[in-house]
């Protein structure tokens, strides 16, 4: 049987590595006692299917993994076994048994919403960052510096494409900036870089907090989570 989990990566678990997350799941899952299900071969491997890695620094509330298990177990059951043995960086928040036909979560996700807290060295007119989010958004390119892979060399990568909404409101003084971007196999746009658009103008202007409010995918023109598909 598969299991669908939505978790979130709290402020103790925002420098965790992706590795060090699906080590926390694989230690949380035996220590349950739950019959985790592990690929054949020489090296065996669990079978556990993450969405789109989190980068390391970032907190989030819409984390999902696929767990297999070689048992028929009620998912209430599960939850409450994962949520004594979880650590306190990751937070269970939903838990669903899906068809073995059900695509794995890490090839379905399509979008991602980001809400990003940022410190201002002076005050800004709301209207005057609106006025900056809607340049930027009428650009036809919007060109970041990125390192190749393997490389110390660098290459300009248009991320316009892959930016659907930015929207800004102020919350005790900090400037919150909440994105909706392109998160799957054809590109990653990087919630940092987008900000960085943004905020380049304004001496003294920094990132304080990145939070990963949720994933999305695409099914029949509509918005879904995958705890939704």
């Known amino acids: 049987m598969i299991c669908r989990v939505k978790f979130g990566e709290s402020m103790a678990g925002k420098f965790l590595s992706h590795l060090d997350m699906l080590r926390a799941w694989q230690r949380a899952i035996v220590r349950s006692g739950l019959n985790l299900a592990y690929s054949q071969g020489f090296n065996k491997h669990p079978k556990l299917s993450f969405s789109s890695a989190l980068a390391v620094g970032l907190t989030s ?10 048992e028929e177990l009620p998912a209430q059951e599960i939850a409450e076994r994962l949520k004594k043995h979880l650590p306190p960086a990751l937070e269970l928040y939903a838990l669903k048994i ?9 090839s379905i996700i399509q979008r991602a919403e980001y809400r990003v807290s940022v410190k201002l060295a002076q005050s800004v007119p709301l209207a005057e960052i609106e006025k900056t989010i809607d340049e930027l958004l009428a650009s036809p390119r919007l060109e970041v510096e990125r390192r190749k892979k393997n490389s110390r060399e660098k ?49 003294g202007a920094e990132i304080s907090q990145i939070h990963r409010q949720e994933l999305y995918t ?6 879904l989570s995958p705890m939704e598909v």
Do not use: C, H, W
């Open 218 to 223: 695409i099914k029949d023109g509509q918005l």
């Open 98 to 106: 899906v068809d073995d036909k059900t695509p794995p979560v890490m």
């Open 155 to 203: 290459k300009l990568v248009d991320i316009r494409p892959g930016i659907y909404q930015i929207t800004a409101e102020y919350q005790d003084e900090l400037l919150i900036i909440k994105l909706f971007l392109q998160n799957n196999s054809d590109g990653n746009v990087k919630p940092d870089e987008t900000v960085g658009l943004i905020i380049k103008n304004y001496p």
């Open 61 to 70: 509330s819409g984390e999902y993994v696929d767990i297999e298990l070689n």
